[in-house]
């Protein structure tokens, strides 16, 4: 009887290869293993995907930013807006006219009085991201 199991084992021994050959495979493809060409596709894509994100320029602020004793302490900036219509948009809450004005764009800064403004010179055009100061 044991020479008759001792052919029958070495017949299942190619199958049990052939199966673990396939459950190998079917392991690789499950944990990911991609070809070395997909690889080099999948790097080449996230590099270009990179290099087109960083081309974009960064935002630019839309608006223009007032401290100080005011209601609204950020005003949209639209094409020709003006410091003193900034303030008036910008809704400025004291009875008294304001000390002093500042205008600060970028590491500039300018100062004005209420008089200028009100003396009919609406200051100078405002461009995105400027700040406003003003002190009561």
Known sequence: MANCRLPMEKATEPRASVVRLILFAL?????????RSASELRTRDAFERGRASSAQPAPV???VTVIGPVRHRSI????GLTLARAII????????DPS??????????????????LGGN???VLMPGDLVEIRP
């Not at 949209?76 to 094409?79: I, P, Q, R, V, Y």
């Not at 004005?101 to 009085?113: E, P, V, Y």
């Open 122 to 124: 609406e200051g100078p």
């Open 89 to 96: 948009g910008a809704e400025y809450l004291l009875e008294n």
């Open 61 to 63: 602020s839309v608006a």
């Open 100 to 117: 002093a004005i500042f205008l600060t764009r970028g590491s500039q800064t300018m100062q004005f009085t209420s008089a200028q403004l």
């Open 27 to 35: 392991l690789a493809l499950l944990a990911g293993c991609v070809t």
């Open 76 to 79: 949209l900036w639209s094409e």
